[in-house]
């Protein structure tokens, strides 16, 4: 328990936090990963170097700065972290590390010393935002053990088969290699899959959404070609060649005890748990609407897979996107239009816009569809996303 003294140096160092947070955890990640640099098997290299990792935590530390008196109010942000750390296999003995690091970062970045009450009152909160984090990493690992077929950190698959679905997006069909039957998941979840790359002294971790409904006998992910791990995997990864797999983690899941109409609205790779949740919303007989946009090469990837799904489903519309289509029309029944997707674009389809919103597609994408629909009046709390790459300050702020 903090000290009312405590609390106000916390709320006190909010200022400081929001403009030199990134500067903090820049030097925090510098000095633990020189020290540590094992942590290099869990991180990704990427979102450490273009500061989208160290963003995220900067933007985290500045919310527990602002709410430290009722930190209960951050619980779903925490618990989608700890969806993270979970899928990333971060151990509670690695807390102390994190600790003691980003305590000496404070040290350099912020000039205090070890008599500073400041220090003194973010070590106390420090520990108590660590105890949250390790209280429910550990439910959820418990969560996954008691599942049928459940399994702590990874364990391998073999790659039964590679499908080429356009030019840059590549589905893999990953069995476990001991056969055994799968634990079910929620579609939009998503799996760790470690690259054992050669030149690389650490495995390479990324995240991929399972592209499909619940099988019990194989994972699909579709991975789009966009640099170090996914080029590695369409270029170097065949059919019976193994990678270590982590169990399912995520909440990008539909808002399962709300019965309104679905929106799902994507770009790029951000399709892939899509494909799930319009199964999933046309099997719950959940009125919906897809809207995606990507390249003109590899916009219409699952069009055969989405006509399957509109035959099944009087209420469904699926819209593809690209503005170098000749001319919007129709498909057999997937729609298809020559247009980005704008305000005015959504707003024709959206009309009075009572639903549910999910979103993902990079950083940029997201955060501009989440400005359109505040400004079309679509309420904060039905906007759901995932975001593909580090999650960074600007959109933690803006919904
Ligand atoms: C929850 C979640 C689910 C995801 N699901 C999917 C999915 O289903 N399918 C999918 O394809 N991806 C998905 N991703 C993204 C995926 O995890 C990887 O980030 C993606 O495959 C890129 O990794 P990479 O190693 O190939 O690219 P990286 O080498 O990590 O590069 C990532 C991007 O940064 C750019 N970049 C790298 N270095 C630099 C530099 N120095 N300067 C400028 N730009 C640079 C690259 O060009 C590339 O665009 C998901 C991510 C998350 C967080
Ligand atoms: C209280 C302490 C911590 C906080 C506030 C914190 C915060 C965060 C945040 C905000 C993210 C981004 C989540 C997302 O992308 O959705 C993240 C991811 C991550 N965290 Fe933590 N974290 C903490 C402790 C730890 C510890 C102890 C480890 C152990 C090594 C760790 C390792 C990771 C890793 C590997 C990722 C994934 C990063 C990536 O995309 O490469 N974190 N954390």
Redesign the pocket.
Known sequence: MLSSDQMNAIKQSAPLLKAEGTKLVTVFYQNMIRQHPELLNQF????L??GSQPEALAATLYQAALYIERLEELLPAVKQIAH?HVSVMVKKEQYPIVGYHLIEAMKEVFGLTEEDETLAAWKAAYDIIANIFITIEAEMMEENLKQKGGWADVKPFVIKKKKQESPS?TSFYLVPEDESELPIYETGQ?ITVQADMPGEAYV?S????L?DQYHPSYYR????????????LHDDMEEGDILQVSMPQ?M?CLQGDIKQPVYLISAG?GV??MIGLVKTAAHQNLPFTMIHADRIEDVTAFEKEFERVLALSPHGRIILCNEQFEASGKGELVEKVASRIDRSFLQSVIGEGEGQFYLCGSPAFTQEMIYILKAIGIPEQNIHF????GQSMKEIEVV
């Open positions: 990704n290299k990427t979102n170097m273009n993270k997006l998503y390479c990324r995240q991929y959404s592209s992910i579709t991975v789009k070609r966009d640099g170090h791990v996914s080029t590695f995520g990008f790779s892939t748990p995932e975001v593909f790459g």
